[in-house]
Each structure stands twice: as C-alpha cells, then as structure tokens.
C-alpha cells in the first residue's frame, strides 16, 4: 500500500479562483481528514469525513468546502482564493474517528495563491 | 479556549545529551494526547500516543494532569532524532497540533 496519497504535489493559483484538491486514503480506512499548515505553524483541522458524512469542521470560512466519495477519497474544494489561503494542505486517513485511532499523513499538496 | 502549547520553537542537544521537549495543554476533562513527528522531506507521522504507554525510538511522554503537561523526553538524544515535533490533542472531531518544535541533535 502506497499510503496516503494527495494530488497534485503543488500548484499556483491566481487570487479570485477556486481549486479542487484530492486525497486517497489507505485502504481499508473510512475516515478522511484535512489539514492546512501554514509555514512556522503545526496544522490546523479543516473537516473531518466517515462514511460520506460530514463529521466535524474546524473554524475555516464557508469558502472551504469538501466531500467524501463511496470509495472513501476526498476533495478539499477552495473558492474564490486569498493570498492568505497559501499554504501545505494536508490529508489524513484512519480507520474510523480520529480520537481513537492514529491519524496516517499524506505528503501534502503546497498551495500558492498569488 | 481548548488549546496545546509548546513553548519552545526550536530546541537544540548535542547527540548523548537528554532531551525534554515541552507540551502543556489546555482542556477540562481526560485528554487523550499524542506526539507526531515529522522528519526531513518525510510525511507527519505519529511518534507515541500516551494511553499505549510505550517507548518509542528511546523517547516516553508522561500525562501530567495536574501540571496539564505531557512532555516528550528521551535520555541519549541521537542525530537522526532531528526533525519536527508536535504535539496533538483530539477534540471531539477535532483534532489540535501545537506549534511545533524542532529539535536539533548536533554531533
């Protein structure tokens, strides 16, 4: 197993537009997390899926948005970008509900919004 | 507010040296804590988790509930333990990093 895996590695964006990131959890795992780490600071959550439900959301704008598909990947959706929304994204996989259960990291996808 | 701090951005030992890298967190009730890693060009992984009680890579975390603490520590610090430490708190869905510290091993 590859572990998780997020595409794309990096991408530029322009202020205004919106991007689409993806993630692929471990096989096996129902619960996909999302992260934004900004440089010099240690993540911060975004949302939480298991099962396709939305199960928790950390103090992002309405701007953040995301899904889970019946194959247990994600997308990160991000509209109308800021420059303050530059920044590593960063995916998580685990079997069900992150308190109980170690969280496995993707490498991340580094986003410029320029 | 529910929140984990560690106090200390970058923290450097010489290899042989003990190590204490610092956690304390904010939260009103029986928290569940972990120590994540991330070394060079590697993805954030988790290093220990303090109810399995274990030892891994030489390094402990004790829960302290009365100082709401649960400092890292490891003995003989070694080269290969440079990298970025942080510190995590679940929260309900939630899920809280600390800041980080890196810590440095010089030779």
């Known amino acids: 197993d590859a572990g998780v895996t997020q595409s794309p590695t990096h991408l530029i964006k322009t202020r205004g537009q919106q991007v689409t ?3 692929s959890p ?13 440089l010099g600071q240690g993540p911060q959550f975004i949302f939480q899926y298991y099962e396709k439900e939305e199960r928790g959301r950390g103090n992002f704008p309405d701007r953040f948005s995301a899904r889970q598909f019946p194959n247990y990947s994600s997308e ?3 509209n109308a970008l800021l420059l303050g929304d530059s920044a590593l994204y960063l995916c998580a996989s685990s079997l069900a509900g992150q308190g109980a259960y170690e969280q496995y990291f993707g490498p991340g996808t580094r986003l410029t919004v320029t | 507010a529910q929140r984990v701090t560690q106090p200390e951005k970058l923290l450097s030992v010489f290899k042989g040296a003990p190590v204490e890298l610092k956690c304390n967190y904010s939260y009103s ?10 070394y060079s060009r590697q993805r954030l992984q988790l290093l220990l988790r303090h109810i399995s009680r274990e030892s891994i ?6 829960l302290n509930k009365g100082e709401t603490s649960f ?5 003989f610090a070694q080269e290969e333990d440079s990298a970025m430490y942080y510190c ?16 440095s091993v010089l030779p």
Not at chain 1, 26 to 38: L, T
């Open chain 1, 21 to 23: 990131l993806r993630c």
């Open chain 1, 26 to 38: 471990i096989s096996g795992h129902k619960s996909v997390s999302w992260y934004q780490q900004v």
């Open chain 1, 76 to 78: 990160l959706n991000v």
């Open chain 2, 29 to 38: 009730g029986s928290p569940e804590l972990f120590w994540y890693v991330q």
């Open chain 2, 57 to 62: 890579k030489g390094f402990t975390a004790d």
């Open chain 2, 71 to 75: 400092h890292l520590k490891k003995p």
């Open chain 2, 88 to 103: 995590a708190l679940p929260l309900g869905q939630n899920f809280v990093f600390g800041p980080g510290t890196r810590l």
